[in-house]
């Protein structure tokens, strides 16, 4: 059966695996009463299917190209020609939408951003279900090609770990094969067959994947989500999409239990160290010494720290309706809880709001700082995760190499220690890193120029950039944004939450942008270096 998976091309591979895809809101569909929406889909995934048949029948005589270069385009292909598939059943459901903005809602779930043209009270339970179902897939794809595609390329965050004077690909030293056996299975061990990569390294990320969904799927209807709800909190927490089927916080049944577990299920979000492959990354043996979790930890705990004094301030001065300006303990400690649950969420990039986060308003009078959460959404989670932004292990280089030039200053003959990977990150790991982040800002400047060619503010193309380069769609919805109306996605479309207002062909830039960011610029501006096309 590997024998003939390996010689279909990556994108038609995952063209199979939606299609079957398709069969489960269609089942879903046909138990709730969707007649039509479950034939859309089941037809759909038939259709689908044959044609990946037909062409796996086609090429069994062709072995498929496996060169590094064509790897990387086939996963450019499947962020941008994947949709159109997924877009085939989600456009015939909402007929009045067009394929357009089915292709751009299916863009934004496959690339983990979580954004919606559509309003959650109006669409269907199947289309939801699609939805997540998507987001949970792109999640995956992302563990798995960062591991299989972009580690031998030492792109996606792992130039950070790799010595730049070893002209070998990472998969091919033998000090990185021992590393990956303690961490896991062997994923790297065919560095010559990037498709035998993709395969073992599906098999290794799935069974974690999926059991850990399918806990947090248990967990929540334990604390009290419909069942609807819960699968898709738990499909959009460990894909960080944040895909939600209702209005508002998703957590407003389940209440503090239903938010304690979605916190515990986004720390891996944090570090490729809880997924298999991870150890490539490895800064430390122990965990609690690893500098991702450190650096989130440390983040989270200011962020908490100052929004929480920011509000406690405000109720001490102002004192809500009329009350003691202490009695509301209770109210404070549900801001504190409130604050520290979104730091996490936007932190790793999946934009879930707790119950308590407008609390916090209504306890101090304030406004809360929306630009502090887009601050954390571009910083981002772990590298090699399904968090989108800059990456933490990026941040932490850059820090240790300030730190150092801080010391350097006071003592410009002192010796640093840290061993020999403290010492790679500040200096070759923090000059990657710099480049990426001057990358990075660069893509966000050329897209908000792009976005504003439009009559669209500069604040709200800002933000709208920002969410779309991070794969953070919730973002439009913390922050406050004069809504654009010169566009409309049919009966079902949200235009005042920020996206489906917009004309199409800004629509159209954004979703190159959740793309862009979610295989990062410099793995695209790879394809344009002809030593990368030579080896």
């Known amino acids: 059966m590997r024998a003939i998976l390996m010689r279909l091309p990556l994108l038609v591979l995952v063209c199979g695996l939606a299609a079957l895809m398709m069969w489960l809101p269609a089942a879903h569909a046909s138990i709730t009463g969707h007649a039509a929406i479950a034939r859309n889909f089941f037809y759909a995934g038939l259709l689908?299917?044959?044609?990946?048949?037909?062409?796996?029948?086609?090429?069994?005589?062709?072995?498929?190209?496996?060169?590094?270069?064509?790897?990387?385009?086939?996963?450019?292909?499947?962020?941008?020609?994947?949709?159109?598939?997924?877009?085939?059943?989600?456009?015939?459901?909402?007929?009045?939408?067009?394929?357009?903005?089915?292709?751009?809602?299916?863009?934004?779930?496959?690339?983990?951003?979580?954004?919606?043209?559509?309003?959650?009270?109006?669409?269907?339970?199947?289309?939801?279900l699609w939805r997540a179902l998507v987001g949970w897939m792109g999640g995956f794809f992302v563990l798995v090609a960062a591991v299989a595609i972009l580690a031998p390329l030492r792109v996606g965050g792992f130039e950070l770990m790799t010595n730049p004077q070893d002209t070998r690909r990472l998969a091919d030293t033998g000090q990185v094969l021992r590393r990956a056996e303690r961490a896991g299975p062997l994923i790297e061990s065919a560095p010559n067959d990037p498709l035998l990569r993709v395969l073992r390294a599906a098999e290794a990320v799935l069974p974690p994947y999926a059991g850990l969904t399918l806990a947090l799927w248990v967990g929540l209807l334990l604390a009290g989500d419909p069942s609807f709800l819960a699968l898709c909190r738990a499909l959009g927490t460990l894909s960080t999409s944040g895909i939600s089927p209702v209005l508002g916080p998703a957590g407003e049944v389940s209440g503090f239990a239903g938010?304690?577990?979605?916190?515990?299920?986004?720390?891996?979000?944090?570090?490729?160290?809880?997924?298999?492959?991870?150890g490539t990354l490895r800064a430390s043996e122990r965990l609690r010494d690893d500098p991702e979790l450190r650096l989130a930890a440390g983040l989270v705990a200011l962020v908490t720290a100052v929004l929480f004094l920011r509000h406690f301030i405000g109720a001490i001065e102002a004192g809500p309706d009329g009350q003691e300006p202490l009695a509301g303990i209770g109210a404070g400690l549900r801001a504190l809880w409130g604050v520290a649950f979104n730091a996490l969420s936007y932190l790793t990039t999946t934009g879930w709001n707790s119950n308590d986060w407008q609390g916090a308003r209504a306890w101090s009078g304030l406004t809360a700082p929306g630009l502090i959460l887009a601050g954390l959404a571009m910083m981002g989670g772990g590298v090699a995760t399904t968090a989108g932004g800059v990456k933490l292990l990026r941040v932490y280089a850059l820090a240790r190499h300030g730190e150092r030039e801080m010391q350097r200053i006071i003592h410009p003959s002192a010796v640093a220690g840290g061993g020999r990977i403290a010492r790679h990150l500040r200096r070759e790991g923090a000059y990657l890193a710099f480049i990426f982040f001057m990358l990075f800002a660069i893509s966000i400047a050329v897209v908000v120029a792009l976005v504003s060619i439009q009559a669209v503010e500069f604040e709200t193309a800002t933000i709208l950039s920002i969410a779309a380069l991070t794969n953070t769609g919730p973002l439009a919805g913390a922050i406050p944004l004069t809504p654009v109306f010169e566009g409309s996605a049919g009966i079902a479309s949200a235009p005042w939450e920020g996206w489906s207002g917009l004309p199409d062909m800004t629509k159209a830039i954004l979703a190159a942008a959740m793309i862009i960011g979610r295989i990062e610029t410099l793995a695209i501006l790879a394809l344009f270096s002809p030593e990368f096309w030579r080896r």
């Open 48 to 128: 689908i299917l044959v044609f990946c048949f037909l062409i796996g029948l086609a090429m069994q005589g062709n072995r498929p190209d496996g060169r590094a270069p064509t790897m990387l385009l086939n996963m450019l292909a499947v962020f941008a020609g994947l949709p159109l598939i997924l877009a085939l059943p989600f456009a015939e459901s909402l007929p009045d939408t067009g394929w357009f903005n089915a292709w751009w809602e299916m863009v934004s779930a496959l690339t983990t951003t979580g954004a919606s043209l559509y309003s959650a009270d109006l669409l269907p339970q199947p289309l939801h």
């Open 259 to 278: 938010e304690a577990l979605v916190f515990l299920f986004l720390l891996p979000a944090l570090s490729r160290r809880f997924w298999p492959g991870g």
